[in-house]
């Protein structure tokens, strides 16, 4: 490649990168009135989707636990009723 026009080219290159620096700040420096609601929107929608994950996640997990720490139906009512009166009858 010619040398003049490499020369050429990087300048133009940053020249065109300084003028993109230069426009691009005063651009993204405004925030539009609606962009709160926006921002408001993305966190309730960021809150409902970690309750969810959550809730998926942990379900198997609390499933789990009860099926450990159950105790027999059977073991409970004997433990916890002394009889009724038509079991002494018998």
Do not use: C, W
Not at 36 to 53: D, E, P, Q, W
Not at 70 to 78: C, G, Q, S, V, W
């Amino acid at each position: 490649m010619n040398r003049h026009l490499m020369t050429l080219m990087i300048t133009v290159f940053l020249l065109s990168l300084s003028v993109y620096a230069e426009t691009a700040s005063a651009h993204t420096a405004y925030i539009d009135p609606g962009t709160t609601s926006v921002v408001f929107g993305a966190v309730g929608y960021v809150i409902a989707g970690a309750a969810a994950l959550f809730a998926i996640i942990f379900h198997p997990v609390k499933v789990l636990f009860r099926r450990i720490f159950k105790k027999d139906a059977d073991e409970t009512a004997d433990a916890q009723s002394p009889g009724s009166p038509a079991d002494d009858l018998k």
